[in-house]
């Protein structure tokens, strides 16, 4: 995993090489979790990378993810690309950390990295998908500090700001149960 940021740099500055490296990558070549990070590094530079599409996805254990590349990183590549079977064992592996990011519960951390994803991808029907699932996830944590609850609110608050339509009445009926519940507790 050492010698990917490298062969990342590398391939930005050499195309050629960039082409001789996705053509010889698989799941199998190496560690999935270095695949997964050169790949994430490289994303932006292609318009279609076909390991992302590969069929051996499925045989991947999600902890052989770890450690995942950053959350930018993820997100970039799949808002580049569409890899819903990947996209997938990336938020299994987040369940395969030792501890959840930043004290969140599993639930809540994977979909906070899909409703900061659909943010980024800009579709508003799954954009509001994601909101709902997130709001619902919010609810659901065990008495969450003051600090996971603001930065909850200010994740659905800014989500509804990308939005580019009116809330549905079912996520508007969601959002005003989860603040009387927010308000319950304080």
């Known amino acids: 995993l050492g010698l990917v940021p490298l062969l990342a740099q590398a391939c930005w500055v050499n195309p050629r090489l960039r ?24 994303a932006p530079l292609e318009a279609e990378i076909a390991l992302l599409k590969d069929a051996s996805v499925a045989d991947i254990e999600p902890s052989a993810l770890q450690p995942l590349p950053s959350e ?17 064992l990336v938020r299994k592996a ?10 969140l519960s599993l639930q809540l951390q994977r979909t906070r990295f899909s409703l900061t994803l659909e943010q980024r991808r800009g579709k508003t029907s799954r954009l509001e998908q994601a909101i709902g ?16 609850s603001q930065q ?4 659905i608050a800014s989500s509804l700001l990308h939005l580019k ?15 009387e519940a927010l308000l319950e507790t304080r």
């Open 133 to 148: 699932r997130f709001v619902e996830a919010a609810a659901a944590a065990e008495t969450p500090s003051l600090e996971q």
């Open 165 to 179: 339509q009116e809330p549905s009445d079912g996520l508007q009926d969601q959002l005003q149960s989860y603040v």
């Open 19 to 42: 082409c001789d490296v996705l053509k010889q990558l698989s799941w199998s070549c190496a560690e999935p979790s270095a695949v997964l990070q050169l790949v994430a590094s490289i």
């Open 72 to 88: 930018d990183l993820l997100h970039r590549l799949f808002q580049l690309h569409a890899a819903p079977g990947l996209e997938k």
């Open 94 to 103: 987040m369940g395969a950390e030792e501890e959840p990011q930043e004290g």
């Open 152 to 155: 909850s609110a200010a994740l």
